[in-house]
C-alpha cells in the first residue's frame, strides 16, 4: 500500500531521446539496405513501448546522418494531424507516421555520398543534450524528470570526435542523464566509456533479428528501475584515449602538463594550449652524486 | 467456598459493543476496480484495445515490463525464468507484482511439457495490447473523418466549459447552486441526483430534502480529477440498470481519456445507448457538444487520463498554450489562508476546517485553528484530506517559494504537522471489543484466569485490587471454557 502510494504520488516523467544512426555507409546497411527500414520499424514499437509505460513520458528521435543530424520526432514547428485508421493508439500512430515521413524526406534530400563517411554521432548527442535541457527548463513546477539518452548504431568506432564525446558524457553526467549505447555492428569503445561515466548500458548485438526483444529487454526500464531487473552485467571498458594529433587510440602517450591534451609523439609545442616544451635530453645516467659538503 | 462456585457461573461477564466507526469515503483506483469485477467480466473487457492500454498504464512497473517482455513471445515462460528475471533484493515487489497481474486476469498459469509451470498472458489481452500499440484490428468508435470544424472550440474554451459543468454538481451538492441560479449553475438532471444518492454522497434527509453526506464533504475536498473518476465508477456501477453495458460503456470512457485536447471526434456509427451515455457525459463536462444532435464533440480535460491525477497538469508549459491557474490558495506560517476565490463553493469547503476572518470581492481570509480542524476532524473529513486539498489548490507562487526544509509539498511544514497532529491527538482511544470478567470468589481464581488469559494473548487489562479482567472477544470463549474445567476439577 504504503509503496504504491509513493508509485502514484511522486509527480515525474521521463524523457527519452533515441538518436538513430541512419548514415547509408554504415557497413551493416550497405550489405541489406532492408535492414534500415526493419531497425526503423523496431525503434518506432520500441518508441512507442516508452510512451506505453506512463501516460506523461516523452519521446524525441534524432536522426543522425552523415552530414546533418534532424528532428524525426516530434516534428519541428506544427505537428502532423493524423487521425485514426486502425485499432493503434492516437499518439502512436503520431509517432509512427511522423518518424517514416521525416526520415523519407531527410533521406530523398541527403546530399550524394561517394565514398563511406563516417556518422556524427557526438554532434547528434550533443543536440539531444540540448533538447533535454531545454525540456528541462519548461518543465512545470514539482514535476521531476528523468531524462536519458538511446544511441543506435552501427557505425565504426570514431576516434576523430574524441573531444566532442568527452564533453558530451561529462555533461550529460553533470546533468544526470543516462546515456545508453546499443551497437548493431561493431565494439564502440568510446561510447562504451560515454555509458560507463553516466550509468547507463551497453548492448551490443551479435545477431540482428530479435532487435526489438533486445531493446525492449535491456533498455525499456528506467534507470532508476533497472537495479531492480537482472541486466547484462557491464563488462569491462576500455579506457583508452584518443590522441589529439592523429586521432588515435593509444595505450601510453604524452600529456601536456598545462591542459592534459594527449598525444601519441612527443611535439615541442602544445597543439592546443601552445605551451612550448624543452626537447627532453637523451635519458641521463645515474645522476651525478652530489658533492660532498 | 468452591461448593457455592460450583453452583454459580463463577464470575460475571458482560460484553460491550463497539461505537461503530463512521464510514470514509472509499476511493477505488482502475486496479482495485477491476479486481472486484468477476474473470467473465474481465475477458470481456480485454477485447477493447483502450481498456488494455489503461490497465497496463496501471500496472505496477515490474508487471509492466514483465508484460512488454513476454508480449511478443509466442509460447508460455516458464515461472522460473521470470522469477530470474527480478534482483533478490526485490523479490517482494516482484511478487506482489506477479499476483496483481494474475488477480486482474492479465496472465494465468498453465503446465508445459516436463512438469513445469509457466505464466502465459491471456490471449485476449496480448492482442489487443499490441492492436493498440501496433496497430491493426478495428478502429475506435470514435475516429469516424469529419469535414473541418467552421467554428472549431479551442482548448482554453473547453477548460472553461469542462469546469462550469463540473461545479455545477459540486454547487448543487453544498446547495449553493440555488441561490446564484443566474451565474453557470442551470441545475443538475434527475439522473445525476440518481448517481450522487447511490453514491452516498447525497441522502434524503426525513423532509423529504436532499442534503450532503459526510462522504460527501470528503468528496469535495477530493481533486477534480479523482472526484470526476469516483463519480464514473459510481455511475458505471449503475449503467447496468439503465440497460447500458458496462464494456461498451468503460472502453468509450478510456477512449475518451486517450483522445487528444482540442480535437473533434465524431459520434457517427454509436449505437442508441451510447449516445445516450455520450449525453450523460456532456452533462458532466467532459465532452462538449453544440448541439445533442450533432454529430461531432470535443473531449475536455475532465476526460483526459482519468485513471491519472497528475497527468492533467501538464508537466510541460508550452510557450503557446498558457496553462490556467488553479490554485489561489496561500498558506502562511503563521497558519494563516489567504484564497484568492470569489466562489461560493470554494468559500464553502474551505469554510469547513477554517475559521473565517475576512471577505474581500476576491479574497477570503481564513485561519487555521485548533477548534476549526477539529471541527472538520469531528466531521469525519480527515487531516490527510485537509493538507491534500490545501496542497492541490496552492497557488503557483507557494512552489516556487525556497524553504529551509526540503519537502515536496508546497505548505509551510510546521502546518502540515500541526494539522496532523490535532487529527492525532484525537486518537487516544483505541477501541477493542472484550468481555469483562470480575466478581471473583477468590485471589487464586483470579490469578489462575488472568494467567491462562495472558498466556494465549487475549487479555487486554487487568485490576488485581478490584479482581476485573477484561478478555478480547475473540478469546471470550476459551476463557470461558478454560473456567468451566477449571472450577469442575476444583470442586
Known amino acids: 500500500m504504503n509503496n504504491k502510494s509513493q508509485d502514484h504520488d511522486s509527480n515525474k516523467f521521463s524523457l527519452l531521446v533515441i538518436v538513430l544512426d541512419t548514415n547509408p555507409s554504415q557497413r551493416i546497411v550497405r550489405q541489406n539496405p532492408q535492414l534500415l527500414t526493419q531497425f526503423l520499424d523496431a525503434i518506432i514499437a520500441f518508441g512507442n513501448a516508452h510512451l506505453m509505460q506512463c501516460s506523461q513520458n516523452k519521446l524525441a528521435v534524432l536522426s543522425c546522418h552523415h552530414h546533418a543530424t534532424d528532428f524525426l520526432y516530434p516534428m519541428p514547428g506544427k505537428q502532423l494531424d493524423v487521425r485514426q485508421v486502425d485499432g493503434q493508439y492516437e499518439v502512436f500512430s503520431l509517432v509512427e507516421k511522423t518518424v517514416k515521413q521525416r526520415l523519407s524526406h531527410i533521406i530523398t534530400n541527403a546530399p550524394k555520398l561517394n565514398a563511406p563517411c563516417e556518422s556524427i554521432l557526438a554532434g547528434s548527442m550533443a543536440m539531444a543534450l540540448c533538447y533535454i535541457s531545454r525540456i528541462q527548463r519548461n518543465a512545470a513546477a514539482g514535476v521531476k524528470m528523468h531524462s536519458r539518452i538511446l544511441v543506435v548504431t552501427g557505425s565504426n568506432e570514431c576516434a576523430s570526435q574524441y573531444m566532442t564525446y568527452m564533453n558530451v558524457f561529462f555533461t550529460a553526467q553533470k546533468l544526470g542523464i543516462t546515456i545508453d549505447v546499443c551497437a548493431l555492428d561493431k565494439t564502440m569503445s568510446l561510447l562504451q566509456q560515454g555509458c560507463d561515466i553516466t550509468g547507463g548500458q551497453y548492448l551490443r548485438l551479435t545477431q540482428l533479428d530479435g532487435l526489438l526483444q533486445y531493446l525492449l529487454w535491456v533498455f525499456l526500464p528506467d534507470p532508476q528501475m533497472r537495479q531492480k531487473l537482472v541486466l547484462p552485467p557491464a563488462t569491462k571498458v576500455d579506457y583508452r584515449a584518443a590522441c589529439f594529433c592523429h586521432r588515435e587510440l593509444i595505450d601510453i602517450g604524452y600529456v601536456c602538463s598545462v591542459c592534459l591534451s594527449i598525444f601519441c609523439k612527443f611535439s615541442p609545442i602544445c597543439t592546443t594550449c601552445h605551451t612550448v616544451f624543452k626537447i627532453p635530453g637523451p635519458i641521463p645516467g645515474k645522476p651525478k652524486k652530489k658533492k660532498k659538503v | ?491
Not at chain 2, 473523418?145 to 448543487?172: G, N, Q
Not at chain 2, 441545475?187 to 445525476?192: C, L, Q, W
Not at chain 2, 474445567?485 to 470442586?491: D, I, P
Open chain 2, 1 to 491: 467456598m468452591s461448593d457455592a462456585k460450583a453452583g454459580r457461573s463463577g464470575p460475571t461477564t458482560s460484553t460491550y459493543a463497539l461505537i461503530p466507526k463512521p464510514a470514509n469515503l472509499q476511493c477505488m483506483d482502475l486496479q482495485e476496480y477491476l479486481r472486484t469485477r468477476t474473470p467473465e467480466t474481465l475477458e470481456k473487457l480485454y477485447n477493447y484495445p483502450t481498456i488494455c492500454l489503461a490497465v497496463y498504464r496501471e500496472l505496477p512497473e515490474i508487471a509492466r515490463q514483465f508484460v512488454i517482455r513476454i508480449l511478443f513471445v509466442e509460447q508460455p515462460v516458464p515461472q522460473a525464468v521470470v522469477a530470474s528475471w527480478g534482483s533478490q533484493h526485490y523479490a517482494k515487489e516482484q511478487a506482489a507484482s506477479a499476483s496483481c497481474l494474475t488477480e486482474l486476469n492479465v496472465w494465468r498459469v498453465t503446465a508445459i511439457p516436463g512438469g513445469l509451470s509457466a505464466w502465459e498472458l491471456c490471449s485476449t489481452f496480448k492482442k489487443n495490447l499490441k492492436i493498440a500499440l501496433l496497430g491493426g484490428g478495428k478502429p475506435w468508435s470514435m475516429s469516424h473523418t469529419l469535414e473541418k470544424d467552421s467554428k472549431p472550440r479551442d482548448i482554453a474554451f473547453l477548460d472553461t466549459y469542462a469546469m462550469a459543468r463540473w461545479r455545477c454538481v459540486l454547487h448543487y451538492m453544498v446547495g449553493t447552486g440555488s441561490s446564484n441560479k443566474t451565474q453557470d449553475s442551470e441545475g443538475i438532471s434527475p439522473d445525476a441526483v440518481r448517481i450522487l444518492l447511490h453514491a452516498n454522497l447525497m441522502k434524503r434527509d426525513e423532509r423529504d430534502g436532499i442534503t450532503i453526506t459526510r462522504q460527501g464533504f470528503q468528496f469535495l475536498l477530493l481533486d477534480t480529477q479523482s472526484q470526476v473518476w469516483h463519480f464514473m465508477l459510481q455511475y458505471l456501477d449503475t449503467c447496468e440498470e439503465r440497460g447500458l453495458s458496462l464494456p461498451d460503456c468503460l472502453s468509450m470512457l478510456f477512449q475518451l481519456s486517450f483522445s487528444t485536447l482540442g480535437r473533434d471526434y465524431s459520434s457517427e456509427g454509436m449505437s442508441a445507448k451510447m449516445l445516450t451515455f455520450l449525453q450523460h457525459l456532456r452533462e458532466f463536462g467532459l465532452v462538449f457538444q453544440r448541439k445533442r444532435k450533432e454529430g461531432r464533440f470535443y473531449p475536455t480535460r475532465l476526460a483526459l487520463n482519468v485513471t491519472n491525477k497528475h497527468a492533467t497538469v501538464p508537466a510541460i508549459i508550452n510557450e503557446e498554450d498558457k496553462v490556467q491557474e488553479s490554485g489561489y490558495i496561500v498558506v502562511e506560517t503563521n497558519y494563516r489562508v489567504y484564497a484568492y476565490t470569489d466562489s461560493p463553493l470554494q468559500v464553502a469547503v474551505l469554510g469547513l476546517f477554517t475559521e473565517l476572518l475576512y471577505r474581500f470581492p476576491n479574497l477570503v481570509v481564513g485561519v487555521l485553528t485548533r477548534d476549526s480542524v477539529r471541527q472538520a476532524l469531528r466531521g469525519g473529513i480527515t487531516a490527510e484530506q485537509i493538507v491534500s486539498y490545501l496542497e492541490q489548490y496552492a497557488h503557483p507562487n507557494m512552489k516556487l517559494t525556497e524553504s529551509a526544509i526540503k519537502s515536496k509539498s508546497p505548505l509551510p511544514p510546521t502546518v502540515v504537522d500541526q494539522i496532523k497532529l490535532w487529527e492525532l491527538e484525537r486518537n487516544r482511544f483505541t477501541y477493542t471489543e472484550g468481555v469483562v470478567y470480575n466478581q471473583f470468589l477468590s485471589q487464586a481464581d483470579f490469578v489462575t484466569l488472568r494467567d491462562y488469559a495472558q498466556s494465549i494473548n487475549v487479555l487486554v487489562h487487568m485490576n488485581e485490587r478490584t479482581r476485573t479482567m477484561v478478555v478480547t472477544k475473540n478469546g471470550h470463549d476459551d476463557v470461558k471454557r478454560f473456567w468451566k474445567r477449571y472450577s469442575k476439577g476444583g470442586g
